[in-house]
């Protein structure tokens, strides 16, 4: 039982992590990659569909991102597309393909994009700490119906803080990668 309650636990706290990870991929930073556009939907035929499943996404230099759509009709709704999205790109159209170039960073948008980043990487740590607790709830639950003993608690709970403490290391990890990316030139 124990051992179940902690690989649950690790399992959540991999997910935190993950998707940790994969807000922060959604903050730009002054180079361009093709991941940035990811999340951008476009009306395709009534549903909306990411963009990299209406089009070709590649880096055309450090600085500009190239989208060529597999449908000539789909070029305007792209180009809308990623004008209306929150990344503040602005696309220009040139024949069949859409040139997306990434503007400079200001340092006063640099800060603000750190501060966004520290918020993610704060929730991420309460994330981590409330599967802590109610791993460590499951575990006074299983004492308390006599299913384990108090030592068993007591290492169960050493276990998990463990972990909590290797997972919040990692955002910590995660969050100094991006801090350095965004405050690079």
Known sequence: ?????????????????????????????????????????????????????????????????????????????????????????????????????????TEERRKDLIKLVRGEAEGARVAVRNIRRDANNEFKNLLKDKSITEDDERRGQDDIQKLTDKYIAEVDKALAAKETDLMAV
Do not use: C
């Open 1 to 105: 039982m124990i051992n179940d309650v902690k690989k649950s636990a690790e399992q959540k706290m991999q997910k935190s992590l993950e998707a940790f990870k994969n807000d922060l991929t959604k903050v730009r930073t002054g180079r361009a990659h093709t991941g940035i556009l990811d999340h951008v939907m476009v009306d395709y035929y009534g549903s909306d569909v990411p963009v990299n499943q209406v089009a070709n996404v590649t880096l055309i230099d450090a600085r500009t991102i190239g989208v060529q759509p597999w449908e000539k009709s789909m070029l305007g709704k792209i180009e809308k597309a990623i004008r209306d999205s929150d990344l503040g790109l602005n696309p220009a159209s040139m024949g069949e393909i859409i040139r997306v170039p990434m503007p400079m960073l």
